[in-house]
T-cell receptor
Framework: GENVEQHPSTLSVQEGDSAVIKCTYS??????FPWYKQELGKGPQLIID?????GEKKDQRIAVTLNKTAKHFSLHITETQPEDSAVYFC??????????FGKGTRLHILP | ETGVTQSPTHLIKTRGQQVTLRCSSQ?????VSWYQQALGQGPQFIFQ???????GRGNFPPRFSGLQFPNYSSELNVNALELDDSALYLC??????????FGQGTRLTVV
């Protein structure tokens, strides 16, 4: 079955700097890669996603890249702000199948 | 807000008891998935319901069961509760093969 590895587990960046979270997946059949942000006491919130026919996608300060050959995908957050502090999860799935999550990255934005 | 609501928000049960958790899916969504999130971990897929039929199951024992109703709301039932069942239980709804949106979760504590 699918396995998603996520690094780092904890990341601290100065406010205004960029943050990068990296993930790898094992199942070449996976074709949908969502990213979720989870704040304390809340459920995961979809922030951006990418499908396997696209190599890069950007939405304001957030961008995702996908390398299907290497089975790598990454989340980039630019100009970080205090409200970006949260736990971020990468995930992989076949389009209408179960979502397999990474273990999460706790992002701290330092003042 | 995603429009996915779960009840109750918190619950304490004794080992060996049974519990029912409820989820109302976002309007227009016909697919509901349930996930278990242990503290400090990513969500793990339990099962998915599509148009009232189970449509995929993760690595959970049969004492985890579910239902989906004609209005697409759903229940998760867990029998013979064990201490390790303590977790945040998340419901996600989608319209067939589309983005999944999560509720805020039910925090279950088994003592």
């Amino acid at each position: 079955g699918e396995n998603v590895e996520q690094h780092p587990s904890t990341l601290s960046v100065q406010e205004g700097d960029s943050a990068v979270i990296k993930c790898t997946y094992s199942d070449s059949a996976s074709n949908y890669f969502p990213w979720y942000k989870q704040e304390l006491g809340k459920g995961p919130q979809l922030i951006i996603d990418i499908r396997s026919n696209v190599g890069e996608k950007k939405d304001q300060r957030i961008a995702v890249t996908l390398n299907k050959t290497a089975k790598h995908f990454s989340l980039h957050i630019t100009e970080t702000q205090p409200e970006d502090s949260a736990v971020y999860f990468c995930a992989a799935s076949e389009w209408d199948d179960k979502i397999i999550f990474g273990k999460g990255t706790r992002l701290h934005i330092l003042p | 807000e995603t429009g996915v609501t779960q009840s109750p928000t918190h619950l304490i049960k004794t080992r060996g008891q049974q519990v029912t958790l409820r989820c109302s899916s976002q309007s227009g969504h016909n697919t509901v998935s349930w996930y278990q999130q242990a503290l400090g971990q990513g969500p793990q897929f339990i099962f998915q319901y599509y148009r009232e039929e189970e449509n995929g199951r993760g690595n959970f024992p049969p004492r985890f069961s579910g239902l989906q109703f004609p209005n697409y709301s759903s229940e998760l039932n867990v029998n013979a509760l064990e201490l390790d069942d303590s977790a945040l239980y998340l419901c996600a709804s989608s319209l067939g093969a589309s983005e999944a949106f999560f509720g805020q979760g039910t925090r279950l504590t088994v003592v």
